[in-house]
């Protein structure tokens, strides 16, 4: 058999409908999760997401995630001394809604201890919203429980 441009093509053509195929079979068996269930209503209330990033610009000190061997500490800056705090810590993993975490705001101090026994080790996006005298406040950070 002879090797020739007709020859050439018809396996270039049949190389890569395998390709496609193969490529169509792994993204119907990939799993992918919604970022949020209530995607539209979230997007409407972006306005105010963006009004408690700059109340968080705005504070003298600043929020911090920190952790030790056994909790995620997150330490709130002093201008809320002796301020209630109402609002949540939601543990956002982003490639398994399933390790989602959400932590209810609980102190009354200027740190909070959040065990690691309850997460996954692995990347997580942490979001704190939390409002204090009809203020809401919002900062979102990156980190990695081992």
């Known amino acids: 058999?002879?090797?020739?441009?007709?020859?050439?093509?018809?396996?270039?053509?049949?190389?890569?409908?395998?390709?496609?195929?193969?490529?169509?079979?792994?993204?119907?068996?990939?799993?992918?999760?919604?970022?949020?269930?209530?995607?539209?209503?979230?997007?409407?209330?972006?306005?105010?997401?963006?009004?408690?990033?700059?109340?968080?610009?705005?504070?003298?000190?600043k929020i911090t995630i920190t952790q030790n061997n056994e909790d995620v500490i997150i330490t709130y800056p002093t201008d809320f001394e002796g301020k209630k705090l109402k609002g949540n810590i939601h543990f956002f993993r982003p490639d398994n809604v399933a390790f989602d975490k959400v932590f209810e705001i609980t102190t009354e101090?200027?740190?909070?201890?959040?065990?690691?026994?309850?997460?996954?080790?692995?990347?997580?996006q942490v979001k704190v919203n939390f409002e204090s005298e009809k203020l809401n406040y919002f900062i979102e950070k990156r980190i990695q429980i081992n």
């Open 109 to 124: 101090q200027h740190k909070q201890h959040l065990s690691k026994e309850n997460l996954v080790k692995g990347w997580y």
């Open 1 to 61: 058999m002879k090797f020739n441009w007709g020859t050439g093509i018809t396996i270039f053509i049949i190389g890569f409908m395998g390709f496609i195929l193969f490529m169509v079979f792994k993204a119907s068996n990939t799993k992918s999760d919604l970022y949020a269930k209530d995607y539209y209503k979230q997007e409407m209330n972006y306005q105010s997401k963006i009004d408690a990033e700059h109340n968080v610009k705005k504070l003298k000190g």
